[in-house]
């Protein structure tokens, strides 16, 4: 097809990694540097000539391949000091903002388990594909996850609606408004009441 790829392992466990025949320990930067500010320009490793084993045979990686690996200590760490009140949810997306234009396509491989991390990937991507047995209960939790609307502000307080059609959308444009308004009222609360500092710090205690 001619298109540019790049895989990003999101899965501690590092099977997207290890599967193109790359040994994370030996790896210069992983995802963890991507979460820690690292642009992914930078990160991101060239895999021509990895050994890649499938079904016992084993398949010599020629054209040009990067891919950002994982590390199952590095990533793990970076992963459980992820903050959802600091809006680290979206620094997977900002972080592939300016990554775009140069691949038709970026792949997140994510772990079976619902993370702060796990939960930036669908943030970050246009379209979401989800690997399930064939199994009753399994297609159960799929059914729930379409039902899920989430609602996700950035480090700046902007929320973003994530729903499964235009009626999960009102409901939770309802919601943010509630929100919204309620911390309007606190605010003015606080600010007749001369305890702003409470909320924004000392930079406030001259008006309080």
Not at 50 to 76: F, K
Not at 91 to 96: C, Y
Request: proline share 6%.
């Amino acid at each position: 097809m001619g298109q540019r790829v790049l895989p990003i392992d999101c899965d501690a466990r590092a099977n997207a990694t290890v599967a193109p025949g790359v040994d994370y320990d030996t790896v210069e930067h992983t995802l963890a540097d991507v979460l820690e500010g690292m642009a992914i320009s930078e990160a991101r490793l060239a895999c021509q000539g990895c050994q890649a084993d499938q079904m016992g045979q084993t398949s010599r990686i020629a054209s040009e391949l990067h891919m950002i690996p994982s590390h199952p200590d590095e990533v793990a760490t970076v992963a459980r000091g992820l903050s959802a009140e600091r809006g680290d949810q979206m620094v997977l997306k900002e972080a592939i903002a300016p990554i775009r234009t140069g691949h038709g396509f970026v792949l997140l491989d994510c772990p079976p388990s619902l993370s702060l991390l796990t939960i930036s990937a669908p943030i970050a991507a246009d379209a979401v594909l989800v690997p399930v047995p064939t199994e009753l209960l399994s297609l159960g939790g799929v059914a729930q996850l379409l039902h899920t609307v989430e609602i996700i502000r950035d480090r700046w307080g902007v929320p973003h609606i994530y729903g499964q059609d235009i009626l999960d959308v009102a409901f939770a444009q309802g919601f943010v408004q509630a929100q919204d308004r309620l911390w309007q009222l606190d605010f003015q609360r606080r600010l007749v009441s001369g305890r702003l500092a409470e909320v924004l710090g000392a930079r406030a205690l001259p008006s309080d």
